[in-house]
């Protein structure tokens, strides 16, 4: 089975190497020119809708009987261009199979969470859903909710189309349960224009220079940072970055783990104390744990906050937007933090997956769609411009296709990652994360003591230790 910590950041690194290399390639080779991306199956990531053509035909398909497949995704916001590349291969995969028809939930990511959550208590997962790697998939697959994939990855060469070691985090005692849409890095976006209008020449290198930075913006009046802490992940994705340098690189949760620190460590308390000075000089919008992710990032992306940390997935949605307009938008990466850690160790973020109830009524329908849907999800994706961080190898020069100056930098940094960290709840357990979770939010309402916050991820892991 896999486990977090240690092996998993050495497969995240390789899957990362792989995309820093293949993102930033000509056409000439189709942008594979990472070493594990030579193989010619690998074409099938920008295969034709008819990719599944070949799939074993269901005995539902044959008999023309009707067929609905509920696919819950994580694309419900209009301007995202993942929304329109999902509805496109919806479309077009309904158009092949008239027998079948895609029922779509599409919700926010903390929504989901919580559907799925009393779906599953009710077993009634729908036949496609969303999980999140590692600590935060494995109940569901304790509880046996979800269908092996390991056949149907190996359909039409999907299994190649994937960057090496991103499957592992999906992988549990030898079963592949979920095929993952990214595999990302985070860093900090923000609006030229509006760093011009506060005096401010460059983008920070050091924390304190970005605490500095917010203060200038407030004096002009200026929104320094948007976040959309209702939906809490967001704020833990921040401090975590905060405490990947406070620790001085990447491992502080598996010490924990394995014993040699506890959450009273200095390098947690640091942290802590470094993301309320943040809060405290007035980063974030007020009223900032009522705002959800998509409230919260628009107000970066209609330009009434100047920055934005966020996964490098929200590049296809910032380069459209009205904030980029003129190349307004630039990426910088998270600064040290009092001199400690190394901008180039970033917080890593394999992507949300897709997984299929293992009750499925249609299950073969389902795992035939899911098959195609994957296939064409590169090519689909990259055609909108939202290609950016997906965790399969892309056929394409992105150049060429008019990507933003912002979308090249980005996907520059994938080359400069030299390891990194997965979010505290993607390492710890549910009951220990939800409690972690609870209290950063609570940071972003009152200012509180490092040393009991540190007390209470203490005591939350001792009570739900494994």
Known sequence: MISTGKKVAGTAMAGFLAVGLAACGSSDNGGNNGSDAAASPSSSASTSASASASAP??????????????????????????????????????????????????????????????????????????????????????????????????????????????????????????????????????????????????PPTTFEDLVADVKKLKEKGIQPMAIGEKDTWTGSFLFMNVLLRTNGGPGFLQDIVDGKKTF??????????????????????????????????????????????????????????????????????????????????????????????????????????????????PKEAFAVKGAVGVAQKVDGDYKAAGYSDMAMEVLAMFKDVQGGDISFDNTMNPATSQAHLSSIQNLFVAKKDAAAVAKEHQQAYEDNKE
């Open 57 to 202: 035909a269901s005995s539902s398909a044959a008999s023309g009987e009707k067929v609905t497949i509920t696919f819950q995704n994580i694309y419900p916001d209009p301007t995202d261009p993942k929304y329109n590349m999902l509805h496109k291969i919806v479309k077009q995969y309904e158009t092949d199979h008239p027998n079948v028809h895609i029922e779509l939930d599409s919700l926010n990511t903390d929504q989901q969470k919580q559907k799925l959550k009393t779906q599953a208590a009710s077993n009634e997962v729908p036949d496609i859903t969303i999980v999140n790697p590692s600590a935060q998939m494995k109940p569901y697959v304790d509880a046996g909710l979800f269908a092996p994939l390991n056949e149907m990855v190996e359909q039409n060469g999907l299994k190649d189309t994937f960057q090496s070691g991103i499957l592992d985090y999906y992988t549990f005692d030898g079963n592949l349960y979920a095929l993952p849409d990214g595999n990302n890095i985070a860093l900090l976006y923000y609006n030229k224009a509006l760093f011009k209008q506060a005096g401010i020449d460059a």
């Open 264 to 377: 009273e460590d200095p390098a947690f308390t640091g942290a802590v104390d470094a993301f309320e000075q943040l809060v405290q000089a007035g980063a974030f919008q007020e009223g900032a744990t009522s705002f959800d992710y998509n409230a919260g990032e628009n107000l970066f992306k209609t330009g009434k906050a100047a920055m934005y940390f966020m996964g490098s997935w929200a590049t296809g949605g910032i380069e459209v937007s009205d904030a980029n307009k003129d190349g307004n938008v630039g990426v910088f990466k998270f600064p040290t933090v009092g001199g400690k850690g190394d901008p180039n160790q970033f917080m890593l973020a394999p992507g949300s997956a897709f997984a299929v109830s293992k009750n499925s009524k249609h299950l073969p329908e389902t795992l035939d769609f899911l098959n195609y849907f994957m296939l064409n999800y």
